[in-house]
C-alpha cells in the first residue's frame, strides 16, 4: 500500500503538470512543469522526501529501460537521419558534458548553500 500512495503522489504531480501543459500558451513540457511542481513541493514540506522515497529509487533505478522505446525509433528511422548522424552524435557528446557539468555546478552551489544555513 506504500508504494501504491508513493507512486500516486508522483503521478498527481505529473498530473498537475498536463494540466498546467494544456492550460498556459508556453512552450514548456509537461514534465518540466510537474518536476518543478514536484522540487516545490519538497522545498516547502509540503511533501516529504519520506514520502516518494522508495518509489523514487525504483523509478530511477529502471529509467534506462525507459530509453528503449526511444532508440528504436531512431533506428526505425536510420533512412533519415544516415546522412546527418556526425551532426547526432557530437550534439549527444555535447550536450551530455554540458548537461553533466552544469548539474555538477548545480549540486555544488547547493551543497555551499546549505552548509552556510547549518
Known sequence: ?????????????SFIGEVLHKVLPLPIPAS????????VALEM???KVKDIREVSFFLVTIMPVMFIPAAVGLIDAWILVQDSWLTFVAVCVI???????????ATQWMIKRKEGKS
Not at 518540466?32 to 522540487?39: D, K, N, P, R
Not at 550536450?95 to 555546478?105: E, I, L, N, P, Y
Open 1 to 13: 500500500m506504500t508504494y501504491i500512495k508513493q507512486f500516486l503522489i508522483i503521478i498527481a504531480f
Open 32 to 39: 518540466i512543469y510537474g518536476i518543478a511542481l514536484l522540487f
Open 45 to 47: 514540506k509540503w511533501v
Open 95 to 105: 550536450s551530455t558534458f554540458v548537461v553533466m557539468a552544469g548539474a555538477g555546478w
